[in-house]
Each structure stands twice: as C-alpha cells, then as structure tokens.
C-alpha cells in the first residue's frame, strides 16, 4: 500500500557500496568476499545460527538413515507413547513415529523455504532492474503489476487459490508463496537501478553495443548481490512461517505431504495432553527461523558495517 | 489539507475496489460451489442443482463476468448476497464483525502504543540491558509463528488458572453462554475472554512497531534539530519527545494499515484457537465450503478494515507533518 512516507522515495534502508564487482580483476573481487567472511567470523550470534542451520538441515535429511522409524510407518504396539526407547520424540495416535514426522515436515518446510526465497529474489532483481533500466512503458507496466501486487491480501489470495491446486505438486503452492513476497525488494532494486543505470561502466557496455538484459545480468545484479543474498535469506524464514500459517488452516501443504505448518495444524489440539506432538515440531522450527533470521542479520552486517543497528 | 486527504480517500477506494475485485474473481472461478450440492445424496437433477445456484448467483455455467456484474450490482445497493445455503452475507457478517473487530481493535491500539513507546525507549536507551532486551524480544517475537504463540498463551492461561484453583482467563469463547451481556458481570466475563487471544497479538504487534520504532528514533537522536531544541533550553525529556518522538512517529504512520492486516491474519489464528466465531473463522469455513459471495464479502471486509486504517494513518501524518498541510 502507498502512504506518502513512500509515495515519491524509494526505501533505500539498505545501500550496498558501489564498486563494480564485475569489472575488477579476479584477485580483488575474491577478496571482497573474503573480507565480508571474515566480518561474518566475527559475529558470535550468526555464526551460531549458520551452525543450527546447518545441522537441522544435516539431520532432516540424515534422519531417514539412523531413525529406527520412518514417517509413514505405524507402530502398533504405541499408541500416544511419550518420547524414549525407539521413539525419540514419542508417537502419535496412530502410532507415527514423531521424531520421523517431524524430519520429513523440516526437510519440506527446508525445501520450500530455500526454493521460495530464490524465486522471489530472482523475481525481484529481474523485475526490479528491468523496470529501472529501460524505463518507459515497460517502467510503468512493471510498477503497475508492483503495485497491485502489494494491495492484494496475500493470505486471503493463496487461500482462495488453495482448492485450485489441491492433488497438484506443492510446487505450485511454493510459486504462489514466492509470487507475493518479491515486491517490496523489486522496488528497492528499482531504486538502485535508477541510479546505477547512469555511472560510466553501465554507459560504455551500452555504447559498446551490449543488449539491455545483459547489461542487467553482468552489470547491474552483480553490483547489488550483497543486497540480494541478505534478502533471500530473510525471504527463507518469512516463507517457512507463511507455509505454517497457511497449513495450519489445510490452504497449504496437502496430505499425503507432510510440513512443519501441517504438523502444528494437526497436533495444536493436543499441545496440553500429548505435549510431545506439538513441541517437537513447532519447537524445531521456532529455532530453525531463528537460526536463519540470525544469518540474515549477521550477512547484512557483515556486508555493510555501517548499518546502525538491526532494521 | 483537506484535498491531499480526499486525494488519499480516493487513492485508498480505488485499491479496495481492485483487491476486492480481484479476490471475488478468483473465488468465482476456483471455487467450485456446484461440488457442494452434486454431493448430495441423493444427487439432485441437474436443473434443479442449476436453478439453486442461478439464484446465489453462483453457477458455473453463466459467464462469471455477468455474475461479477451481478455481484457488483447488489453491493452498490449495499447487498452482499447470499451465502451458499441461502442465508443473507450481510446477517452473517453484521452479527461476527464485531467479534473480530474487539480482537484487531485492541490488538493494534494497545500493541502500537506499547510498541511505539518501548522501541523510543530503546533508542534513547541503546545498547543498555532495557534495549538489548528489547531486541531480543522482537527477534524472538517475529520469528515464531502467531499460531504456535496462540497455542503457548493458551497453555499458559490454562496452567495459570489450575495454579490459581479457579477460572481467571477463560480460553474458549467470547464469554460463557447463558450469561447477561449488558450486566457488570457479563461485562468482567467478556474481558476474562478476551486477555489470552488479545494478549497474543498485542505482543506481535509491539514486537512489529518496537523494533522499526527504534530504528526511527536512532535516526532522529543524532539530528541537528533536537541538539538545537536541547540549546535553547529545553529539557531533555521535551526535547526527546516533542521533537524527537514527533518527528519519528512519521514514517510509522505508513505501518498502520500494514499492521492491520497483518493483525487480522493474526485474528483468524487466535479464532480458531480460542473458539471465536469471527470473521477469520468465518473466511476459513468458506473457502472449505466453496462459498463464494461470502470469501468476498470477507475480503471486503478486510479490505475496508485496511482503507480506514490507511487513512487514519494519513490524518497522523497530516497531523505531524506540517509539510503535508501546506
């Protein structure tokens, strides 16, 4: 929604320095990243979350080889057992093992988080840049669809959506997911287009004949990647929480599929007597946001030292 | 300033109009009203099954342009039309709307206060434990999902009442059937109802503002103009929040209507975990039932909920922003 504060201005809460990453020699582009990895070494908190990531991700997908039980497995000798002897995180009415429901919703909620976040980063740049590189009409149709995008209620739209691809891969719940999260970061990048489109390595490329897409593949995007790479990671953990909020109500991940956000759907009711269905899942991914909104943090200070503080 | 904030109430219409277009579209070609009554057992003939949706409005059969004139036509009139087993939207809404609106209501004056005065504090305090602690509470806050928040209010509520041997927070229900509404205690019932699913998104919304509150304010503490407000004699205290907070307030007028929606998401979480029969409730149960001209009225609903939060928003920035009314 535009109010005034935003109407003319684009948000530039985050300015990236501008050397031309593309255009400096190899050694010197290398150790740019070097020096933005040792920033990150410094920062106890995200090393911490970039540790936690790492390892959730290591065992939601190692789990189906060292748990005794898998997720579609029925154990009918515990029904409702609390965690201990071969159920670590317990069993559910049916007898689910909930150690191996829980991995396989992670390595979902994982997939759908990581695949999200790249493409509404990648639609951001790409809309973003075109829309501030070439101007015109294709400026005016691109904010157009920006900002109609932004009015819509995007919970409301996925849910009204959700009847359509029930039975259908969840990929296409995924693009639906991703299809309203890339806005906001378009803008910004239209922003810095808008400035960048006039400095004098993107005017030689022009006069040397390069095409206009490739100028905003090799020139452009290079140029903004710090801001890029801070807003998938943040996109990942918005993801995974909009998939638990939409699951929750069954608008999301369909059964036979399993995800954090269906788990919490199912087992909410039963937080009070049968803690161990509700805990261990929403548990896991109360930490595993976490961990990822650490990282962020830690790139966005690791790539720009002077930002005050945690935007 | 009487034309910029026409021109916004103009600019706010036009987006309700299209979302809610949108959202009425949608729901018109994906939901599948005719499933519902095809269901039935036994089947009814297919002509009766045509007239019956004839007169929601809602068959597949006729161009869903026509049936979004339709549609369009009766809201004009105020008429929202009839839900998918032929009761009035408008009872329907009229009598959940203002369930929900308690909830959002409450929700976002009390957490935009509360939020906006921690995240000042924090700035004035930065990096001291208030602030620190600050921080840590809105990055925890933000990063557990309103509906395993809803879950730990409830179980709190519920283990605070067991400690206590008797029923402080109720969590279910908007008050205990069979009680007076207008008496004092029905009164009391109703707030005892209320605390938990409020609490909830009270705390998500102070963690929301807190955090960008404070980002506002660090801008702003470093500015010439409040060292000269300091200069000519004010004390620190006036200076910090007649012009400081004043000037920082600004850009978190914009977050208002954001906040608004965001908190109605928020409401149909705690609905469906406290047993309120509001409109989020009212907006799941629909699309379940492929009751079309009900998802739109919800979206409207919200749609309007975001309109007057957006221009409410604007009247603070005409108010603290005297480049506005010039």
């Not at chain 1, 093992?97 to 919703?105: E, Y």
């Not at chain 1, 608008?251 to 805990?279: C, H, K, M, N, R």
């Not at chain 2, 395993?148 to 283990?159: D, P, Q, T, Y």
């Not at chain 2, 009391?188 to 938990?196: C, F, I, K, P, W």
Request: aromatic share 12%; charged share 15%; with cysteine.
């Amino acid at each position: 929604m535009n109010t005034p504060g935003t109407q003319d201005t684009e948000p530039t809460a985050y300015q990236p320095p501008l050397a031309d990453a593309s255009l400096l020699p190899e050694e010197e582009a290398s150790s740019r990243l070097q020096l933005v990895w040792k920033r990150f070494l410094r920062q106890r908190l995200a090393l911490v979350g970039l540790v936690v990531v790492a390892l959730l991700f290591a065992v939601a997908y190692l789990s189906p080889f060292i748990s005794p039980w898998q997720y579609n497995q029925l154990d009918f000798n515990a029904f409702l057992e609390p965690p201990g002897g071969s159920h670590w995180f317990g069993t559910t009415q049916n007898g689910f093992d909930v150690f191996a429901l829980t991995m396989r919703g992670m390595q979902k909620s994982l997939v759908i988080g990581l695949l999200g976040a790249l493409m509404a980063t990648a639609l951001a740049a790409t809309v973003g840049a075109f829309a501030g590189y070439f101007g015109g009409a294709v400026n005016t149709a691109l904010v157009t669809l920006i900002d109609l995008l932004m009015v819509l209620p995007a919970f409301l739209i996925i849910a009204i959506l959700s009847p359509s691809f029930r039975g259908h891969t969840w990929l296409i719940f995924v693009g639906l997911l991703a299809a309203f999260q890339w806005m906001v970061t378009a803008r910004i990048v239209r922003g810095m287009t808008l400035s960048l489109r006039e400095r004098e390595f993107v005017h030689a490329a022009r006069f040397m004949g390069v095409p206009g897409w490739k100028i905003i593949f090799r020139h452009i995007l290079p140029n903004m990647a710090s801001l890029l790479i801070i807003d998938a990671t943040i996109n990942v953990s918005s993801l995974i929480l909009a998939e638990v909020g939409l699951s929750f109500f069954g608008f999301g991940v369909q059964p036979p599929d399993v995800s954090l956000g269906t788990l919490i759907g199912d087992y909410a009711g039963a937080a009070l007597t049968f803690p161990w269905e509700f805990y261990f899942p929403a548990g896991l991914l109360v930490v595993l946001v976490l961990a990822i909104n650490l990282v962020g943090d830690g790139l966005r200070d690791a790539f720009d030292p002077n930002t005050q503080g945690r935007a | 300033m009487a034309p910029f904030l026409l021109r916004r109430l103009g600019y706010l219409l036009c987006l309700v109009v299209i979302s809610t277009s949108v959202a009425y579209l949608l729901a018109a070609t994906q939901l599948r009203p005719r499933a519902r009554y095809e269901g039935r057992n036994p089947p009814p003939p297919a002509a009766v099954v045509d007239a019956t949706l004839d007169a929601l409005n809602m068959n597949d059969k006729v161009p869903v342009l026509t049936r979004y004139r339709r549609w369009a036509g009766g809201l004009l009139r105020g008429d929202l039309g009839r839900t998918i087993d032929n009761q009035p939207v408008n009872a329907e809404i009229s009598r959940r709307m203002w369930v929900s609106l308690r909830l959002v209501l409450v929700g976002a004056f009390i957490g935009t206060f509360l939020g906006v005065a921690a995240g000042a504090y924090g700035a004035v305090k930065q990096y001291q434990w208030s602030d620190r602690l600050l921080t840590v509470f809105s990055f925890v806050v933000l990063s557990i999902p309103a509906v395993v928040l809803g879950v730990l209010f409830k179980n709190a509520g519920i283990g605070l009442n067991n400690a206590l041997g008797f029923k402080l927070l109720y969590t279910t229900g908007e008050m205990t059937p069979g009680m007076d509404p207008l008496s004092w205690a029905g009164l009391v019932n109703r707030v005892a109802h209320l605390v938990l699913p409020s609490l909830v998104l009270i705390v998500i919304a102070i963690a929301f503002y807190g955090r960008y509150q404070r980002n506002a304010m660090l801008d702003v503490l470093g500015s010439d103009f409040l060292r000269t407000a300091r200069a000519k004699g004010l004390s620190r205290s006036r200076a910090l929040i007649t012009h400081g907070l004043r000037t920082a307030l600004i850009p978190m007028a914009t977050f208002f209507a954001y906040e608004f929606a965001m908190l109605f998401v928020g409401a149909t979480f705690t609905e469906r975990l406290f047993g309120w029969h509001g409109m989020g409730e009212y907006f799941v149960q629909s699309v379940t039932k492929n009751d079309v001209n009900s998802v739109a009225g919800v979206t409207l609903f919200v749609g309007v909920l975001v309109l007057i939060a957006g221009f409410l928003s604007d009247l603070a920035y005409a108010a603290l922003d005297p480049r506005v009314r010039v």
